[in-house]
């Protein structure tokens, strides 16, 4: 009987850390618009270095310094966005390009 109600239980475990992560997410905005995401991320950045360095002086271990880097992920996000957006716009005249390209090629090759 054991046998049978440990995958039973672990799945209840594994879902209900699940459901909490999801509700812990939605909770902080992390599921909601852009900037209540970005409120959520500042809130974060804030919290968990002091955090961290509460544990760490009580485990008594010592990380190393957070490097400082100038990265924004919106952005480079946005530029991603814009790419894709760009290929996707001249994407029907290059099929039609190369496709010229291609027939001028063949017809080369059957001469």
């Given at each position: 009987m054991a046998a049978r109600l440990f995958p039973a239980v672990k799945f209840l475990i594994k879902g209900g850390l699940a459901g909490a992560a999801v509700y812990v997410a939605?909770?902080?905005g992390l599921?909601?618009?852009g900037t209540e995401g970005?409120?959520?991320l500042r809130k974060a950045q804030e919290?968990?270095?002091p955090a961290i360095q509460e544990w760490t002086d009580y485990l008594g271990w010592e990380l190393p310094s957070i490097p400082k880097f100038d990265f924004s992920i919106s952005n480079s996000w946005n530029k991603g966005v814009h790419s894709v957006m760009s290929a996707l716009s001249v994407a029907p005249t290059?099929?039609?390009e190369y496709t010229v390209e291609g027939w001028k090629y063949v017809k080369d090759l059957v001469k």
């Open positions: 939605y909770d902080q599921l909601g618009s970005a409120e959520a919290t968990l270095p290059r099929a039609c």
